[in-house]
């Protein structure tokens, strides 16, 4: 068993890198340096090299498969750091995914501003980022679920549910 667990841990830390390491091109975005950024879809590894992305996958669907991992091994382990991951993730989300609703015309009034929802990136290697304008429904029914199971305050039974 321990030796399954260590290659889990070890997978879950190379999909957390995606996301910390997100190369911006020339024209950086230095807060993602600081914090976690949004990874591309896939990666290739080479024998003693380190990961990279090229052009037919630099693009960010929002998959679920990253915050899963960082739930399951949260649950697993208890060990918070994956409860960090998770929020770095999530926090690039809201920064660079989140569509905001746009100003409504002259004369019309709104009691409140309301969100429109959420967006893949074309490409993550490129800055400014481009917006793909598609909600995947993996979003909401995958990654946000993994995410709130990830910080519920609640330990929610998985056998029950």
């Not at 667990?5 to 910390?20: F, G, I, N, R, S």
């Not at 899963?68 to 989300?93: C, H, I, N, P």
């Amino acid at each position: 068993m321990y030796f399954v667990l260590q290659v889990a841990k070890e997978l879950t830390e190379t999909c957390y890198q995606m996301y910390k390491r997100t190369p911006f091109g020339a024209a950086a975005v230095p807060s993602c340096y600081a914090s976690a950024c949004l990874a591309p879809e896939y990666i290739e590894i080479k024998a003693g090299q380190d990961f990279s992305s090229n052009a037919r996958g630099s693009f960010n669907l929002q998959r679920p498969e990253a915050v899963e991992a960082f739930f399951v091994l949260y649950r697993v382990t208890g060990d918070t750091k994956y409860q960090e991951y998770g929020w770095e993730v999530f926090s690039a989300m809201e920064t660079f995914t989140r569509v905001r609703q746009q100003p409504l015309p002259t004369g019309m009034n709104r009691s409140k501003a309301v969100d429109d929802g959420y967006t893949g990136i074309k490409d993550v290697t490129k800055s400014p980022m481009v917006r793909d304008d598609t909600m995947q429904s993996f979003f909401l029914a995958e990654t946000l679920k993994y995410l709130y199971l990830l910080f519920s305050p609640t330990k929610i039974s998985l056998d029950q549910w």
